[in-house]
């Protein structure tokens, strides 16, 4: 079984700030494991995935995401935040054998004050 | 623009009643995925086809729920008898099935249904 474990459901930062938005997994397989940023009544956005290789993943809009194995995690990082990144962020991990279906986080709200 | 289309965007239903949300894919995508998404909440998985056939289907779809993708093309999300407890944001979407790896799946702008 897979699951995913967004930490923080609410996350402030000001703008230029750095962005930290934390995902935790639990695979018994290797996993993919992806970001999406939704926007207000809007579909998802993919930003960036892992599947294999190069264990720093970049993303569009100046994000990336760094695959630590041995923590488990996946987290998100932007270094300076846009008041354009204001959005609901979700991490999800996949498996090879599981049809390629997503099990989502709860997601983090993710506000950038002025 | 030939992104992931949702119709009808909307939808307001009286409990009791039946409705029917449609699909389509990007073109050659093969595969199609159904998740559910209730405020507040990641989406969550609900069925998905591979072509024509329906693969997987999770244990959140009950058997008033029902899905089809005729000729693989197009899909459509059935829910009978529609429930309060129904009324959540419902997401399309594909994604090209190479065998390599996992494939990014695109997703639709949804269909938010409210059941009064």
């Known amino acids: 079984a897979q699951s995913v474990t967004q930490l923080g459901s609410h996350v402030s930062v000001s703008e230029g700030a750095l962005v930290l938005l934390r995902c935790n997994y639990s695979?018994?397989?290797?996993?993919?494991l992806f970001w999406y940023v939704q926007y207000p009544n809007q579909g998802l956005q993919l930003l960036l995935k892992?599947?294999?290789?190069?264990?720093l993943v970049k993303g569009i809009n100046g994000f990336e995401a760094e695959f630590k194995k041995s923590e488990t995690s996946f987290h998100l990082t932007k270094p300076s935040a846009h008041m354009s990144d204001a959005a609901e962020y979700f991490c999800?991990?996949?498996?090879?054998?599981?049809?390629?279906?997503?099990?989502f986080g709860q997601g983090t709200e993710l506000s950038v004050k002025p | 623009d030939t992104g992931v289309s949702q119709n009808p965007r909307h939808k307001i239903t009286k409990r009791g009643q039946n409705v029917t949300f449609r699909c389509d894919p990007i073109?050659?995508?093969?595969?199609l995925y159904w998740y559910r998404q209730t405020l507040g909440q990641g989406p969550e998985f609900l069925t998905y086809?591979?072509?024509?056939?329906?693969?997987?289907k999770s244990r959140l779809l009950s058997d008033r729920f029902s899905a089809e993708r005729p000729k693989g093309s197009f899909s459509t999300l059935e829910i009978q008898r529609t429930e309060q407890g129904d009324s959540a944001m419902y997401l399309c979407?594909?994604?090209?099935?190479?065998?390599?790896?996992?494939?990014?799946?695109?997703f639709g702008p949804g269909t938010r249904l409210l059941v009064l």
């Open positions: 979407a594909s994604s090209l099935d190479r065998a390599r790896y996992q494939e990014t799946q695109y």
């Open positions: 695979s018994s397989v290797p996993p993919y």
């Open positions: 892992y599947t294999t290789g190069a264990t």
């Open positions: 999800a991990v996949s498996a090879y054998n599981q049809g390629g279906k997503l099990i």
């Open positions: 073109s050659e995508h093969n595969r």
């Open positions: 086809f591979q072509n024509e056939a329906q693969l997987e």
